[in-house]
């Protein structure tokens, strides 16, 4: 378990933004912190598959090709 500590202003900005999403400060501060978390993954993952591309092991299929491979 963690605890945290705002300043003041940071405080008062957290309640005003979780009381406008209606919820409790500590609910919106474990919603912003797992969307956060998934943006990273997703980061990393997309950093992985452009480094997969630079090196030749991944590669792209152009769009004509799937659509024709699904009938679109």
């Known amino acids: ?10 405080e008062q ?3 005003q933004l979780a009381t406008l999403a209606g919820k409790n400060a ?10 956060f978390l998934e943006n ?4 990393r993952d997309a950093e992985l598959v452009l480094a997969g591309l630079a090196d030749g092991s991944e590669s792209t299929t152009p769009w004509e090709t799937v659509k024709a491979a699904h009938g679109l």
Do not use: C, G, R, Y
């Open 26 to 35: 500590d609910d919106f501060i474990k919603d912003v912190v797992l969307e």
């Open 40 to 43: 990273q993954e997703d980061i």
């Open 1 to 10: 378990m963690h605890t945290l500590q705002f300043d003041t202003h940071t």
């Open 13 to 15: 900005a957290l309640n």
